[in-house]
């Protein structure tokens, strides 16, 4: 935050570039990169461990290579932090003050005793999804919490996820609603999606649509009409990719990630246009290839980047285009190298997801040789 944010933005494209450069071996030409609407308050989820800072209940940030929290100020006493959305930090404040008063304890990571581990706050279109992901299996006395939220006078709904285990994984396998909707509605480009606190949405809503028109454009101007969504989640792009497309395939290995994708479709009236696969990539992807003339792969994979299954089976199946949505420049860079057996880059732009940290999303469009 202490460089200028023009400086930032091409300090970014500069980390793209010189990842790709040194990976491959080659002379990329990397895209200024797009800056993000907002610099400050843009994240639209957060997931707070909750702890004990001088004996006092706290909520905040994991300092870097560890687990010590730096907690946030609580409103009006030097402020949260500054990238997340307005709202949140009232909503950890009011939690924290129901824990203290309700004698509520905090998780011990290393006694592995105590109850709340985290609060997982996501904002959609002005509504909130709060759970609090708790070492048991209910929360006490949480009518009274529910009243206090209302008194923000917020429209929000209220979980627990029940996690017990010895894991840093921080939400638990299952979901239980305590008020309000099971899940959150939202709309993205025209599309309605629904969101619950297990759903995978990117964190910049601004950035993201503007992604995601970007690749609709590039499907669109292809004149491809057969898109294969890979990582395809709850389905939020394989409905925009609908507008452009004849058919979409979408394939996700998560079944309940594939439900609410087919739900989707039918909230948006894209039943008859996307099909949804339940399956590994690596397995699924030739597969439909094989089943059609031309095609155009949009891969979208978490921070780990591709499976090398996946882009062996690219490789074999030679789809038309590749359009590539990363979140890691080293990754990216790994997985454009082997790409570029077969395939040539046609762009490369970094998009400001995360200002003012070091972190960058990155769209590439590769062409078949």
């Known amino acids: 935050m202490h460089i200028n944010y023009q400086k930032q933005l091409e300090i970014k494209r500069l980390h793209v570039k010189n990842c790709l450069d040194?990976?491959?071996?080659?002379?990329?030409?990397?895209?200024?990169?797009?800056?993000?609407?907002?610099?400050?308050?843009?994240?639209?989820?957060?997931?707070?461990?909750?702890?004990?800072?001088?004996?006092?209940?706290?909520?905040?940030?994991?300092?870097?290579?560890?687990?010590?929290?730096?907690?946030?100020?609580?409103?009006?006493?030097?402020?949260?932090?500054?990238?997340?959305?307005?709202?949140?930090?009232?909503?950890?404040?009011?939690?924290?003050?129901?824990?203290?008063?309700?004698?509520?304890?905090?998780?011990?990571?290393?006694?592995?005793?105590?109850?709340?581990?985290?609060?997982?706050?996501?904002?959609?279109?002005?509504?909130?999804?709060?759970?609090?992901?708790?070492?048991?299996?209910?929360?006490?006395?949480?009518?009274?919490?529910?009243?206090?939220?209302k008194a923000l006078d917020i429209e929000f709904s209220l979980y627990i996820s029940p996690n017990t285990r010895r894991t840093n994984v921080i939400m638990g396998e299952k979901v239980v609603t305590l008020y309000g909707d099971e899940a959150i509605q939202g709309e993205a480009l025209g599309v309605k999606y629904l969101v619950s606190p297990q759903s995978f949405m990117q964190i910049n809503d601004n950035v993201?649509?503007?992604?995601?028109?970007?690749?609709?454009?590039?499907?669109?101007?292809?004149?491809?009409?057969?898109?294969?969504?890979?990582?395809?989640?709850?389905?939020?792009?394989?409905?925009?990719?609908a507008e452009y497309a004849n058919r979409v395939?979408?394939?996700?290995?998560?079944?309940?990630?594939?439900?609410?994708?087919?739900?989707?479709?039918?909230?948006?009236?894209?039943s008859d246009r996307i099909i949804n696969i339940c399956g590994d990539c690596a397995q699924e992807l030739p597969k439909v290839i094989s089943r059609l003339d031309k095609s155009i792969v949009v891969l979208d994979p978490p921070r780990k980047g591709c499976d090398g299954a996946v882009l062996r089976s690219l490789l074999s199946a030679m789809p038309n285009q590749i359009i590539y949505v990363s979140c890691n420049p080293a990754t990216l860079a790994r997985d454009v190298n082997i790409l570029l057996e077969k395939y040539d880059p046609i762009s490369?732009?970094?998009?400001?997801?995360?200002?003012?940290?070091k972190h960058i999303e990155t769209l590439v469009c590769l062409k078949l040789k």
């Open 22 to 149: 040194r990976e491959c071996k080659r002379d990329f030409v990397v895209d200024s990169t797009v800056a993000s609407p907002k610099q400050l308050g843009y994240r639209n989820k957060i997931q707070v461990p909750i702890t004990y800072q001088d004996g006092k209940l706290a909520g905040g940030y994991f300092a870097p290579n560890s687990h010590k929290v730096v907690p946030f100020c609580k409103q009006g006493e030097g402020g949260s932090c500054l990238l997340n959305s307005d709202g949140m930090q009232a909503i950890l404040d009011v939690f924290l003050d129901f824990m203290s008063k309700e004698g509520i304890t905090a998780y011990d990571e290393a006694k592995h005793s105590g109850l709340v581990r985290h609060l997982v706050i996501r904002k959609v279109d002005g509504k909130f999804a709060i759970c609090a992901v708790i070492n048991g299996n209910s929360l006490p006395r949480y009518d009274k919490l529910i009243s206090t939220l």
């Open 208 to 241: 993201r649509d503007m992604i995601y028109s970007r690749v609709g454009e590039i499907i669109k101007d292809s004149g491809i009409g057969n898109v294969i969504d890979a990582y395809s989640g709850i389905g939020i792009m394989s409905n925009i990719f």
């Open 249 to 270: 395939y979408a394939i996700e290995i998560v079944p309940q990630a594939i439900a609410n994708s087919q739900v989707l479709a039918k909230l948006n009236g894209n």
């Open 348 to 357: 490369i732009t970094p998009y400001d997801m995360f200002p003012n940290t």
